[in-house]
C-alpha cells in the first residue's frame, strides 16, 4: 500500500501549487488511506509559531511554539520524530486525549522550513521505521508540489 498510496498523492497534487489546497488533500487521503489514526493534518511555520492548517481528526491546538510538543520539537530539530507512547514523551501537548503514538515530519519549501506533518494514532507504538519513510515520502511529495509562500 505505501507506495499505492504515495502514487495516488503524487496524481493528485499534480498541476497544483497551492499549500493549502494540497495540504487538505493530502491531510484528507492519509485519513482515508491508512489505517488506525485519530488524526492526520499540518501546521505552518508563523514566526516562531506553528499554526494549524488542514487537517482530518477532531479539533486541534491551534498554536504550537517552535520547540514545544512534539512537533514543536521535530519542527524545531527539523527531523522527524517517532513517539511511540505520548505519555512518555516529555512535553506532549494532548490536544486529543486518545492519542498515544505520533509520528511529526517537518518539511521545507523553497528550501525554508514551512511546517509539519502531524500523524497521531490511538493504538500505542502504531508508527515504525516503513512509516518514517512512508510519512517522509509524502512531506516530500506535498512539498515539491507547493509553490513557495511568504509563511
Request: aromatic share 8%; net charge negative.
Amino acid at each position: 500500500m505505501p507506495l499505492d498510496l504515495l502514487a495516488e498523492l503524487r496524481s493528485l497534487l499534480a498541476g497544483e501549487t497551492d499549500a493549502i489546497a494540497n495540504a487538505a488533500n493530502t491531510a484528507a487521503l492519509i485519513f482515508a488511506r491508512v489505517e488506525k489514526l485519530n488524526w492526520a493534518g499540518f501546521y505552518f511555520l508563523r514566526g516562531e509559531t506553528l499554526v494549524v492548517g488542514p487537517f482530518q481528526g477532531l479539533p486541534a491546538c491551534t498554536r504550537i511554539p517552535l520547540g514545544r510538543g512534539v512537533c514543536g520539537t521535530a519542527a524545531l530539530r527539523r527531523e522527524t520524530i517517532v513517539v511511540p507512547d505520548v505519555h512518555a514523551f516529555d512535553g506532549h501537548i494532548a490536544c486529543d486525549s486518545a492519542s498515544l503514538s505520533e509520528i511529526v515530519v517537518p518539511f521545507t519549501i523553497a528550501g525554508r522550513l514551512a511546517g509539519v506533518l502531524d500523524i497521531d494514532s490511538p493504538v500505542l507504538n502504531r508508527f515504525d521505521e516503513s512509516d518514517r519513510a512512508l510519512f517522509e515520502a509524502i512531506a516530500q511529495a506535498y512539498a515539491e508540489a507547493c509553490a513557495p509562500w511568504d509563511g
